[in-house]
T-cell receptor, first 113, second 115 residues
């Protein structure tokens, strides 16, 4: 089992819709969770982080964490074509001392105009 | 967050040669990391660059192939040695402030192609 699993996609949504990206992780003791956006040919850019169960909202983005289910998600409201990118879920598992980050393979998102 | 500069941004190299990639940060940082991202793949951690001591390498990566220097808290280099086409990849440095469970921030990356 991979430490961080994501559906590779592509996920295609129409402009203005909600895009829902999902991620599961294997180490139940993980404490910190991140979402990065990576445009083609660019480096990953941090867009959200979450540490506690529940929802965290920042503009059009909402991160959701359910530690009991070992599940993290990212919702993008009012999706725009500029949101088309690969979204990487990342986790700092405790067996790395809390400093190393394990990345999922990423989900490719296409927002159709 | 810190501004991270990587050089070169891209290069095309002959097999058997070596290339050194530089990572410069505009502020002192505790933790610096080097990643590889092969085409269509996610990020794989190569090593943690430790200031004043040898880097800590992940399984599958060795110092002879990927020597790393970290002379101070703002600078690190990664050398890709004796390159082969399988080393064609994007190489990324990242930093954190050293506090537990903080996110990493990435440089722009070095796109390396080996002929």
């Amino acid at each position: 089992q991979k430490e961080v699993e994501q559906n590779s996609g592509p996920l295609s949504v129409p402009e203005g819709a909600i895009a829902s990206l999902n991620c599961t992780y294997s180490d139940r003791g993980s404490q910190s969770f991140f979402w990065y956006r990576q445009y083609s040919g660019k480096s990953p850019e941090l867009i959200m982080f979450i540490y506690s169960n529940g929802d965290k909202e920042d503009g059009r983005f909402t991160a959701q964490l359910n530690k009991a289910s070992q599940y993290v998600s990212l919702l993008i409201r009012d999706s725009q074509p500029s949101d088309s990118a690969t979204y990487l879920c990342a986790v700092n598992p405790p067996n790395t001392g809390g400093f190393k980050t394990i990345f999922g393979a990423g989900t490719r998102l296409f927002v159709k105009a | 967050s810190a501004v991270i500069s990587q050089k070169p941004s891209r290069d095309i190299c002959q097999r058997g040669t070596s290339l050194t990639i530089q990572c410069q940060v505009d502020s002192q940082v505790t933790m610096m990391f080097w990643y590889r991202q092969q085409p269509g793949q996610s990020l794989t951690l190569i090593a943690t660059a430790n200031q004043g001591s040898e880097a800590t390498y992940e399984s599958g990566f060795v110092i002879d192939k990927f020597p790393i220097s970290r002379p101070n808290l703002t600078f690190s280099t990664l050398t890709v040695s004796n390159m082969s086409p399988e080393d064609s990849s994007i190489y990324l440095c990242s930093v954190t402030d050293g506090t537990l469970n903080q996110p990493q921030h990435f440089g722009d990356g070095t796109r390396l192609s080996i002929l």
